[in-house]
T-cell receptor, first 115, second 109 residues
Framework: NAGVTQTPKFQVLKTGQSMTLQCAQD?????MSWYRQDPGMGLRLIHY???????DQGEVPNGYNVSRSTTEDFPLRLLSAAPSQTSVYFC??????????????FGPGTRLTVL | GIQVEQSPPDLILQEGANSTLRCNFS?????LQWFHQNPWGQLINLFY???GTKQNGRLSATTVATERYSLLYISSSQTTDSGVYFC???????????FGIGTKLQVIP
């Protein structure tokens, strides 16, 4: 298994540009989520999904969209990039949405800079 | 929402020393995990431990759910233990995971 994969690893955008961060997992996990990590603030949940066709907002959803058309993929879209979205983005997945018995597995991260 | 506090924020250890990291949380939890983020940024799951005690080599963890805290023990520390240790919880009926801000550990030779 490849686990959780993310592309790209690095990205530089100009203010106002849009882009999609890709996340895929090959473990048939129900639960997928996106986090951003900023210095001194730990990881904050952006959006999550408990299965194909079902998504919900996390702690910091503004400026981001998600969709879950398949079990494997969970892309994160930046609609109009802002310097405040400069961060490292992590995708994670776990087997079941309830989370009661399952660990989360993280992708390698995408480092995004918005100029 | 639930609050997660980790202590200490920073820790410097001599190689071979032992340490205890603490995670306090403000509400009952269904799921608690400890992660290690290595200096290259990769997040590695250490323990899934909503209650009780687990051990994995030099690392062990204990969660006392009724008192709302968890401890991560590192024994005989090695330089490869350096990085940031995060506690993350899933609380109540929610499916949102909340992370603490982490403990930054540096192990020096």
């Amino acid at each position: 298994n490849a686990g959780v994969t993310q592309t790209p690893k690095f990205q530089v955008l100009k203010t106002g540009q849009s882009m999609t961060l890709q996340c895929a997992q090959d473990m048939n996990h129900e639960y997928m989520s996106w986090y951003r990590q900023d210095p001194g603030m730990g990881l904050r949940l952006i959006h999550y999904s408990v299965g194909a066709g079902i998504t919900d907002q996390g702690e910091v959803p503004n400026g981001y969209n998600v969709s879950r058309s398949t079990t494997e993929d969970f892309p994160l879209r930046l609609l109009s990039a802002a310097p405040s979205q400069t961060s490292v983005y992590f995708c994670a997945s776990s087997l079941r949405a309830s989370g009661r018995t399952d660990t989360q597995y993280f992708g390698p991260g995408t480092r995004l800079t918005v100029l | 929402g639930i609050q997660v506090e980790q202590s200490p924020p920073d820790l410097i250890l001599q190689e071979g020393a032992n340490s205890t990291l603490r995670c306090n949380f403000s509400d009952s939890v269904n799921n608690l995990q400890w992660f290690h983020q290595n200096p290259w940024g990769q997040l590695i799951n250490l323990f899934y431990i909503p209650s009780g005690t687990k051990q994995n080599g030099r690392l062990s963890a204990t969660t006392v759910a009724t008192e709302r805290y968890s401890l991560l023990y590192i024994s005989s520390s090695q330089t490869t233990d350096s990085g940031v240790y995060f506690c993350a919880v899933l609380s109540g009926g929610y499916q949102k995971v909340t992370f603490g801000i982490g403990t930054k550990l540096q192990v020096i030779p």
